[in-house]
């Protein structure tokens, strides 16, 4: 029996190994599962089938060093946070801020200044 877990997917596309580990390390710092899981697409529709295939409705896409964060029901492209070579601390706080989004948790900052 095959027993799907409640977790986040993070759909990347040759992402940065190094980006992607602060968003992973975002994520868990929160308490939540997730998984990483090659795919093919642009960074929009990662984002958007990462997000309707969880069962938490929350997904993020990778492509290259571009990643977007997406939420069940959101049309596709019209994500939540989108960045375009971005600083560790901001892939680490888009990982939170999935999380977070389904905790119902005040987002962390994300663009601009790191706080």
């Known amino acids: 029996m095959v027993v799907n877990r409640p977790t986040i997917f993070i759909y990347c596309q040759d992402a940065d190994e190094d980006l992607l580990r602060e968003v992973c390390a975002g ?3 929160e308490g939540v599962l997730f998984q990483v899981l090659q795919h093919e697409g642009d ?18 896409g990778m492509t290259g060093k571009r990643l977007a964060m997406q939420m069940q029901r959101l049309p596709r492209g019209q994500n939540v946070f989108e960045l375009n070579a971005p600083a560790f601390w901001q892939c680490r706080n888009l990982g939170a801020n999935s999380a977070r989004a389904i905790k119902k948790m005040p987002f962390k900052v994300v663009y601009g200044e790191k706080q």
Do not use: F, K, R, V
């Not at 960074?43 to 929350?58: F, Q, V």
């Open 43 to 60: 960074l929009d529709t990662l984002a958007y089938e990462a997000a309707n295939e969880s069962m938490l409705g929350a997904g993020i």
């Open 27 to 29: 994520i868990e710092e």
